[in-house]
């Protein structure tokens, strides 16, 4: 097994005191422990149990911890010191900003095995369930397009209308033209929507309008059918 139980299961005690890094904005160095079952790397400052997304157990890393943002974006990644060697470069060019998927950046079967020890460690969570025997996660036909939960979201940035997927623990969208992680007809709905402002030319849809919005999937669904 390329991945160790001891980097994704981890016993945290907590303590109570609070710490001036609480307060105030600052850059922390850490090392990364473990990976939490967000896919986030974990890591520890004093009593603090941070998450911090798009890194792995083994990695030395700078962060910038934001205390008046909201609690999901209050740690950010500012530097890489020490890779692991699972890291591999994301084939997804929007990897780095998009909070679409967290794993790109390890190969395909480590991720596999990631997802096989986060099951484990959630039936280790029930005593009643603990007997039960985790077999492999069986890999899809290839290594990406195989999501089929799909959800684009769209929003108004300086009179255009902006498609994609939200960042890590915003509301902010990272516009993409293609998902490597959903499904070809997934991506194939994505550019039909796209089109909507133009084919429309309707202010009803600049500003989100649900009802307008479906009707107009709908036509392009009978139009263009998806194959």
Not at 39 to 49: D, F, M, P, Q, T
Not at 114 to 119: M, R
Request: aromatic share 10%.
């Amino acid at each position: 097994s390329i991945v160790p139980w001891n980097i994704i299961i981890r016993t945290v005690k907590y303590s109570s005191k609070k710490s001036k890094t609480a307060d105030v904005e600052t850059d922390i160095q850490v090392e990364i422990k473990s990976l939490n079952d967000n896919g986030e790397g974990v890591g520890y400052h004093r009593h603090y149990h941070l998450g911090v997304a798009k890194t792995l157990p083994g990695e030395e890393v700078i962060i910038r911890y934001l205390p008046q943002q909201p609690r999901k974006n209050r740690i950010q990644l500012r530097q890489i010191l020490r890779k692991s060697p699972l890291r591999i470069e994301p084939p997804c060019p929007y990897f780095n900003h998009c909070g679409g998927c967290q794993l790109q950046h390890v190969f395909y079967p480590t991720q596999l095995e990631f997802k096989k020890i986060w099951i484990e460690q959630l039936l280790n969570n029930h005593p009643e369930l603990r007997h039960v025997q985790v077999k492999e996660v069986l890999p899809m036909p290839g290594e990406s397009h195989y999501r089929c939960k799909t959800q684009f979201p769209f929003q108004q940035k300086d009179q255009a209308v902006v498609y994609g997927l939200y960042q890590q623990g915003t509301h902010e969208i990272t516009p993409i033209d293609h998902c490597l992680v959903e499904s070809r007809d997934a991506n194939r709905v994505l550019e039909i929507v796209r089109k909507w402002p133009e084919i429309s030319r309707s202010r009803s849809i600049m500003n989100n309008h649900i009802p307008v919005a479906w009707d107009m999937w709908w036509w392009e669904r009978v139009n263009s059918p998806i194959r």
